[in-house]
């Protein structure tokens, strides 16, 4: 079996080395528009250099990781080789681009995967949301899950279910490093140092998530464990939704699902 990278973007390169952990033995081919990204992965973490029309026309699985605005001129570019194979998987990482959208831009006799992951995976505790084009089958499913099982939870999604877990977990690492950060400035302004601060910051944020997934309670179970009468940490409760707090985490993550609609048309 032959598996294609093209674009090896941050996300692109995290999933093709998760791709290599899983060693099913198949042949990885790298393409990317700087050569030198491709060189280094290579150097790194293994693979073979290749190129857009060898990916295209020798690869069973392909993994497109360019931008929604660049993938109707690339397919356009291939469509010739695209016609006259027989059927391939193709994996899109584009935000907002629909299996819809882009079965128009391919024969339509090739299978498609529609993918959002979050950065995280480039440490195998990301998650990747997935949904798969109808003429998809089970054996696509079971290799989807068996290459990209090292880099973090697979969900199967609805397609129409995609845009919301784009806002939610795509986006939401961002949201996530805010808040540690936040949290080791006010660590840094009552006396601790920098460098313990956010260390400590972080190590709660991995304990609590933790927590929430081992111990299977609701978070506000979890909350009110913590959360003493007249204590302290129900003081700073109370300050964060003084200052909506959980609105604005709401928002944001609704502003992003926005945006991301937006991004697909």
Known sequence: MKIGFIGLGNMGASLAKAVLQ?????????????????????????GQASSNEEI???????????????????????????EKRDSVLLISMAAGLTLEKLGKLVPSHHRLIRIMPNTPVAIGQGVISYAMSANCHSEDNELFCQLLANA???????EHLMDAATGLAGCGPAFVYLFIEALADA????????????????????GAGRMV????????????????PGGATIAGVASLEEHSYRGTVMDAVY?????????GK
């Open 187 to 206: 660590g840094v302004q009552t006396g601790l140092p920098r460098e313990k601060a956010l260390e400590m910051a972080a190590q709660t944020v991995v």
């Open 22 to 46: 899983a060693k099913t033995g198949a042949q990885i081919l790298l393409a990317n528009r700087s050569q030198a990204k491709v060189d280094a992965f290579i150097a790194n973490f293994g």
């Open 213 to 228: 997934l081992e111990t299977q309670q609701h978070p506000g179970v979890l909350k009110d464990q913590v959360c003493s």
């Open 152 to 158: 973090g939870q697979l969900v199967a999604l609805n």
């Open 255 to 263: 502003q992003s699902y926005k945006r991301t609609q937006e991004l």
């Open 56 to 82: 295209f026309a020798e690869a069973d699985v392909v993994f497109l990781g360019v931008k929604p605005a660049q993938f109707s001129e690339l397919l356009a570019q291939y469509q010739t080789i695209l």
